[in-house]
Nanobody
Framework: QVQLAESGGGLGKAGGSLRLSCAAS????????VGWFRRAPGKEREFVAA????????AYPDSVKGRFTISADNDKNTVYLQMNSLKPEDTAVYYC????????????????WGQGTQVTVSS
């Protein structure tokens, strides 16, 4: 069992930055890859970033590549999502999730999910 808790959401401005955190706990958390997804109003949940647990490999869709960076702090069992050059279209609820294999891009590949944190970007 893996428990995930997101934090760090809030209100940002276009062109600004926010950093999200995903604190993980559980017996085998170090064997999982972690991904970030987001769901904007009226849209389906979409993949944002993923990292393998030792932090060596990461993956991003084109929509955030070059603006978002995922990283992992193994000592703290925490994964971060640094979001720079924010755009109003980044407004969404952001979720972190854990999957047994890296990389995985689809919602149903992830076994455990956090509750989500709201990110709102004003223009």
């Amino acid at each position: 069992q893996v428990q995930l808790a997101e934090s760090g959401g809030g209100l940002g401005k276009a062109g600004g930055s926010l950093r999200l955190s995903c604190a993980a706990s559980g017996r085998t958390v170090s064997s999982y890859a972690v991904g970030w997804f987001r769901r904007a109003p009226g849209k389906e949940r979409e993949f944002v970033a993923a990292i393998n647990w030792n932090g060596v490999f990461s993956a991003y869709p084109d929509s955030v590549k070059g603006r978002f960076t995922i990283s992992a702090d193994n000592d703290k069992n925490t994964v971060y999502l640094q979001m720079n050059s924010l755009k109003p279209e980044d407004t969404a609820v952001y979720y972190c999730a854990a999957a047994p294999i890296f990389p995985r891009y689809r919602v149903y590949d992830y076994n455990y999910w956090g509750q989500g944190t709201q990110v709102t970007v004003s223009s």
